[in-house]
C-alpha cells in the first residue's frame, strides 16, 4: 500500500472506530460485535506499524504511553473546583430550598431541578484546547485535589476508551480551552473480575478504591487493562457562558452531542415531590446498576438562577447531593476512650468489635461529646449501630437496649485531660471540651502531625511513631523544633537509619519555601480548614519582598557532615513577620467583609494572633528560614488589589456572581455593607439603600460600563 493510500485508510479507520466505540460507550448501542471492532484495531495498528510517521497522539491506537518514572506532577485547574453539600432527609431538602428563596430574596420564587445519580467514582477534569484544524483536543486529564490543584494523570485517563480524545464542536462562540469534569469508575463487574486475579491483602474493597487506584497508576498499561469508564456532568463556567447554555440539562445535552460520556439516566423535575419519588426508586433499584451510586444530585437547572445564588468557600448553592442513608453495621463496645485533638478538643470515641461498613473494616467510632453519649444511653458492652456519617467517619448512631448485658458499664466523662491530667473546660455554648494546657502532650502531638501532612507541609517520613519517639526525647517541643534538627539528633535514634535521617532532614529543608495557603492550613488554627486558609491567602494582600535564603544541597550525608550542604538562593516571598503584622492588622469587620470568611473564623484567626505566644511561634518559624509565597491563583492583572465594592441593584448583563468573580479574580474584595473604607459601589436598575447609603458617605458610585472600563 502507497503512503497516500495507507494515509486515506488510516484517517477511515480513526473514524470509523470513534463511531463505533461512541455507539458502544456513550449510546449504549452495539452496531458491531467486540470482535469487529477489535478486528478494524488491529488493522489501525499493523498500518501505523508500517508507516509510524503517520501516528498523531489522538489516534485510538496511542491511549496507552510510556509509564512515568515518579511521582505524579501536580496541575492547577483553570477554574477553582467545588465540592457538594450533602443532604440526609426531606428536611434538609426544604430548609436548602428555603436558604435559596432567602438568597434570592423572592419569597415565592420556583425552581425546576435537574436530577442526575450520584456516581461512587472518582471526581476527574478533562481539558480540551483548540487545534489548528478547529477541533479541540484533550490535552490533560486531571484529579480535583485540593480544588485549587490536582494530580495530572492524562496518562491513565486517557486509555479509557469510552473518552474522546478529539472533539469537534459546531459552536463558533467556544472557547479555545474547556474544562469537563466528571466521575471515573469502574463497573461493579470489572472489580468482581480484577480481584479475582489479585492475591489475598492486595484486593480492592470497592469500585471506587478500585478506580481510584487505578487512574493513579504510574504504568498506563495498569489502568488500560482494567475496564474504567467515565461520566461527564460539568462545564466549566466560562465556556458555559459563552456557547450560552441556559440550563444544567441543556449542558448535559450538550455534552453528549460533541460526544463525551454522559449519565443519560437524568431528568427534570418541578416539584420537591417528584425529586422524592426519583430518590425512592433509586433506592431500590441502586443494587441492580452497573456501577456504584451513593444517592441524587439534585441541581436547580437554569443556569441563571446558578449564577445569582453564587457559591459559599466551599460549595454551589444551587445544588445538593442527596445521599442514600450510611450503611449501617452492629458491634459491640468494648471500651470508651478520649481522644484529644490539635486544638485541645476532646472526643469520645468507642472502640468496637471489627465490623465492615462500606469496604473498609472499622474499629473505632466516635461519640462527639458528652451530651451525645447521654441521649444514646451508650454504655461499655452494648451492642450499637454504626455507620459513616457522609460515607468517611464511622459514628455511634443508636443502642440496641434490649442485647445489654448484665455487666454492661456506663462511661463517667472525666474531669481531667486523658493525657495530662489538666481540668477540662466546657466553654458557654459549647458542646465539646477541651484541655486548656497548650503545653498538653497529646495536642502537641496532633499539632506536630497537623503541620507535617499531606495538604499542610507535606513531609515524608514523619508518621506518628517517628514524633511519638521524638516527643519522647525531648528534641521536640513544637512545630517549629523540627527544623532545628541535626544529623546528630536523628542518626542515634531506635527508628532513624542513614538513609531515613538524610530523607527527612532534605525534606524539612525543602519545605521552607511552602505556598502560604497551605502554611495558614498548617498552623492548626481553630475553624480554619483547607479551603478557608486558601480565601485568606488569596484576598488579603500580603507584602512580599526578595530574600536570601539557605538551600540544602542534595549531597547526601557526606555534605552534611564536611559543611557543603547549603547554598544561597534569591527567593521572592513573605516573611513570618509580615504574616504576624499584617494578621494584627485586621479587624473583625474587614475579615467578616471577605466573601467566604464568616464572624467566628474572623474571631478565631484574630484570637489566635492576639496571643502572644503564637506571635512567638511565627517568629521562630521566621529564625528556621521559612519563608511563604503567594501560590499563582488567577491569572488576571490585580488592577483592583486593594479595593473594596459593594453590589446594589441588578446590572444590566452581568449576575451579581458574575460581578463578583471578576472584582475578586482582579484582587478586589467584596463587602455586604457600605462603610467608609468602600472604595466603590457598584449600582444597577432598582438599587436598594445601599446606594442612599454611599452618597451619604461620599463614597463614589460607578454603573457597569464604568466598572467594565476599569477591569480591561
Known amino acids: 500500500m502507497q503512503k497516500q493510500e495507507a494515509q486515506q485508510r488510516i484517517s477511515k479507520l480513526r473514524e470509523e472506530i470513534w463511531r463505533l466505540n461512541k455507539a458502544y460507550f456513550i449510546d449504549d448501542r452495539s452496531d458491531v460485535s467486540e470482535d469487529v471492532r477489535d478486528a478494524l484495531k488491529q488493522e489501525l495498528i499493523a498500518l501505523e506499524k508500517e508507516f509510524p510517521d503517520l501516528v498523531t497522539p489522538d489516534s485510538p491506537t496511542q491511549r496507552v504511553g510510556a509509564p512515568l518514572d515518579g511521582r505524579l506532577p501536580k496541575v492547577k485547574h483553570l477554574r477553582p473546583k467545588e465540592s457538594l453539600m450533602d443532604a440526609f432527609s426531606h428536611e434538609e431538602l426544604v430548609d436548602w430550598i428555603d436558604q435559596m428563596k432567602r438568597a434570592l430574596g423572592k419569597e415565592d420564587a420556583t425552581f425546576v431541578y435537574e436530577c442526575e445519580l450520584k456516581i461512587d467514582g472518582l471526581n476527574i477534569s478533562l481539558v480540551y484546547r483548540r487545534q489548528k484544524d478547529g477541533s479541540h483536543a484533550l490535552i490533560r486529564a486531571v484529579t480535583r485535589g485540593n480544588g485549587i490543584e490536582g494530580e495530572d ?16 464542536i459546531d459552536r463558533k462562540e467556544a472557547p479555545d480551552a474547556l474544562e469537563i469534569s466528571g466521575e471515573v469508575y469502574m463497573p461493579k463487574s470489572s472489580l468482581e473480575k480484577l480481584n479475582k486475579h489479585l492475591p489475598e491483602g492486595e484486593k480492592f474493597a470497592n469500585p471506587r478504591n478500585a478506580a481510584a487506584g487505578s487512574v493513579r497508576q504510574l504504568d498506563p498499561k495498569v489502568a488500560a487493562s482494567r475496564d474504567l469508564a467515565m461520566f461527564c456532568y460539568g462545564l466549566d463556567t466560562q465556556a458555559a457562558d459563552s456557547m450560552g447554555l441556559t440550563g444544567q440539562k441543556e449542558l448535559m445535552d450538550f455534552l453528549h452531542g460533541i460526544g463525551v460520556p454522559t ?3 437524568l431528568c427534570l423535575c418541578k416539584t420537591l415531590a417528584e425529586v422524592e419519588e426519583l430518590y425512592e426508586t433509586l433506592k431500590k433499584k441502586r443494587e441492580n446498576l452497573p456501577y456504584d451510586i451513593d444517592g441524587l444530585v439534585v441541581k436547580v437547572d437554569s443556569r441563571r438562577m446558578q449564577h445569582d445564588l453564587g457559591s459559599t468557600a466551599k460549595a454551589p448553592r444551587w445544588a445538593r447531593a442527596y445521599k442514600f442513608p450510611a450503611e449501617q453495621k452492629t458491634a459491640q463496645v468494648l471500651d470508651i476512650q478520649l481522644q484529644v485533638g490539635r486544638t485541645g478538643a476532646i472526643t469520645p470515641v468507642a472502640h468496637l468489635t471489627p465490623v465492615q461498613i462500606a469496604g473498609t473494616t472499622v474499629t473505632r467510632a466516635t461519640l462527639h461529646n458528652e451530651d451525645e453519649i447521654a441521649r444514646l444511653d451508650v454504655r461499655i458492652g452494648d451492642t450499637v449501630v454504626v455507620q459513616k456519617a457522609g460515607d468517611i467517619i464511622p459514628e455511634v448512631v443508636q443502642v440496641l437496649p434490649n442485647l445489654r448485658p448484665k455487666n454492661a458499664r456506663s462511661f463517667r466523662y472525666p474531669a481531667h485531660c486523658p493525657s495530662c491530667n489538666t481540668a477540662l473546660v466546657r466553654p458557654e455554648g459549647e458542646v465539646v471540651h477541651r484541655c486548656p494546657n497548650k503545653n498538653c502532650s497529646a495536642a502537641r502531638r496532633e499539632k506536630l502531625e497537623h503541620l507535617v501532612s499531606r495538604y499542610a507541609l507535606n513531609i515524608e517520613g514523619f508518621g506518628g511513631e517517628t514524633i511519638e519517639e521524638l516527643l519522647e526525647q525531648g528534641l521536640v517541643s513544637d512545630a517549629v523544633d523540627l527544623f532545628f534538627l541535626t544529623y546528630e539528633d536523628l542518626i542515634g535514634l531506635p527508628l532513624f537509619k542513614e538513609k531515613k535521617t538524610e530523607n527527612l532532614l532534605t525534606a524539612l529543608e525543602k519545605s521552607k519555601r511552602i505556598p502560604l495557603h497551605r502554611f495558614l492550613f498548617a498552623l492548626g488554627i481553630r475553624h480554619i480548614g483547607r479551603e478557608t486558609a486558601e480565601i485568606i491567602a488569596q484576598r488579603i494582600k500580603w507584602p512580599t519582598k526578595k530574600l536570601t535564603m539557605e538551600e540544602r544541597n542534595d549531597l547526601g550525608m557526606q555534605a552534611s557532615l564536611f559543611g557543603a550542604a547549603t547554598r544561597k538562593i534569591e527567593v521572592e516571598g513573605i516573611t513570618m513577620d509580615a504574616i504576624a503584622r499584617t494578621l494584627q492588622s485586621l479587624t473583625e469587620e474587614e475579615l467578616s467583609a471577605i466573601d467566604g470568611i464568616g464572624p467566628v473564623v474572623a474571631r478565631s484567626l484574630l484570637e489566635w494572633i492576639g496571643e ?18 503567594q501560590a499563582e491563583g488567577s491569572h488576571a492583572p490585580q ?15 452581568l449576575s451579581r456572581e458574575q460581578a463578583k468573580s471578576m472584582i475578586k479574580e482582579r484582587g478586589g474584595k467584596v463587602s455586604s455593607s457600605v462603610s467608609r473604607k468602600t472604595d466603590f459601589v457598584l449600582a444597577g436598575e432598582e438599587p436598594g439603600s445601599k446606594l442612599k447609603e454611599a452618597q451619604e458617605l461620599g463614597v463614589r458610585t460607578i454603573d457597569e460600563e464604568m466598572f467594565k472600563k476599569m477591569i480591561r
Open 153 to 168: 494523570v492524562t496518562h491513565t485517563v486517557r486509555t479509557i476508551e469510552s473518552i474522546p480524545l478529539r472533539l469537534s
Open 263 to 265: 449519565n443519560r439516566d
Open 612 to 629: 502572644e505566644d503564637n506571635r512567638a511561634l511565627l517568629h521562630k518559624f521566621g529564625n528556621a528560614g521559612m519563608v511563604a509565597y
Open 639 to 653: 488592577t483592583l488589589a486593594g479595593k473594596t465594592f459593594v453590589l446594589t441593584g441588578t446590572l444590566p448583563t
